[in-house]
């Protein structure tokens, strides 16, 4: 660094020119008198006794008597202290604007896209966090073992995980049964290379493209109709046809859902038998929008698309509108899934608690 970069450091660390060139000048010359100072640099020498006691004052230099006034350059481990500071908060400060330009905050109903996948995995541990009701997810085994504990405490507070989770053959090995079973409610298989997605609660979306992209970057959405489209994506892509290799659910009642057209995939040959079925229904109020929970036996299902004769019903029959009546002994409710609006609950949660 020349003599003309340093001055300009210095005073960008809070010194004036003269004062900059002088204990530049100082530290070539080592003791020196003042007027000796003047003449080796650019500073007038009216000024230079002021520029001398200033320094001195702010711990650069120090003055002393010789026949005249004498200065010398002070310890500079002060200087050096003061200046390492100033380089560490501009490098703290150039880390937080960058850290802010590619994480801007989310505000309700908002489209962010961003540069980094970290941001988007940073992003997606948060919401995993504040999850309250039900959590889907399409991870790398890599990718997995990063949330592997955001998704065992969202696990610990009674949230329903559903996991699709990929591997590269021979590479990377998948959790093992016990892992699986702290970590999600459900899990199923892809032998593909899939994107990076996060759902929380049917608003929060995290999106970032395959492994093998080309292209780094990713798509934070808190918005129910944005979340909506994922989840069919999430339902028809990276779920409905692969592999389980982990359930908890069983056979035995009672049987929790958080998604009402899976509910109705089960529970329509049932019920078209004559079998009563029972259930507990919380969801959202479409009409207040407050919470509601109501029970009784579910007497009617309605979808747009045709019945079926196979025991499963098709997803595609179900992707428009669906829903289930309800008779709760003193009137009976209509209750939809997911974006219901025509239904009086939208249901988050439907529990079946009997089966006869």
């Known amino acids: 660094m ?86 560490n908060r501009y490098l703290t400060a150039a880390e937080d604007i960058e850290d802010r330009w590619n994480q801007p905050a989310l505000a309700e109903h908002e489209v962010s896209v961003v540069k980094r996948f970290d941001t988007v995995l ?11 009701n039900q959590i889907q997810l399409s991870v790398t085994a890599d990718q997995f073992e990063l949330l592997a504990d955001d998704l065992e405490a969202a696990r610990d507070r009674g949230v329903y995980v559903k996991l699709s989770i990929s591997s590269r053959a021979g590479r990377d090995a998948l959790p093992d049964e016990e892992t699986l079973a702290a970590t999600c409610t459900e899990a199923r298989y892809r032998d593909v290379p899939s994107t990076f997605l996060v759902l929380v609660d049917r608003n929060w979306t995290c999106f970032a493209p395959h492994e093998q992209s080309v292209n780094e970057y990713g798509v934070l959405v808190s918005d129910r109709a944005h979340a909506y489209v994922f989840h069919w994506f999430f339902r028809t892509c ?15 009642t009672p049987r929790t859902y958080v998604d009402l057209r899976a509910c109705i995939r089960d529970i329509q040959p049932l019920v078209e038998s004559g079998t009563t079925v029972r259930a507990t229904v919380t969801g959202r109020d479409t009409e207040t929008n407050a ?66």
Not at 31 to 43: G, I, L, R
Not at 298 to 310: F, K, Q
Not at 317 to 336: I, K, Y
């Open 2 to 87: 020349n003599d003309d970069e340093l001055i300009a450091v210095l005073e960008d660390a809070g010194l004036s020119p003269y004062q900059a060139e002088t204990y530049v000048t100082l530290l070539d010359l080592g003791n020196a008198s003042a007027t000796d100072v003047a003449d080796a640099c650019d500073v007038p020498d009216p000024r230079i006794y002021d520029v001398l006691r200033d320094l001195e004052s702010k711990g650069y230099i120090e003055t002393y008597q010789q026949d005249t006034l004498t200065a010398r350059a002070h310890d500079p481990e002060e200087v050096l202290d003061d200046l390492r500071s100033r380089s």
């Open 122 to 132: 940073s992003r997606a541990r948060e919401v995993i966090g504040e999850a309250e």
């Open 238 to 252: 990276l779920w409905e046809i692969w592999e389980t290799i982990y359930t908890e659910r069983t056979a035995d």
């Open 291 to 356: 919470e509601r929970t109501v029970s009784g036996e579910i007497t009617g299902i309605e979808y747009s698309g045709e019945s079926t004769e196979d025991d499963t019903l098709p997803l595609a029959e179900l992707a428009g509108r669906a829903s289930v009546t309800v008779d709760t002994g003193s009137g009976t409710v209509s209750v939809g899934g997911w974006g219901a609006v025509i239904e009086e609950i939208e249901a988050t949660s439907v529990i079946v608690t009997d089966v006869e």
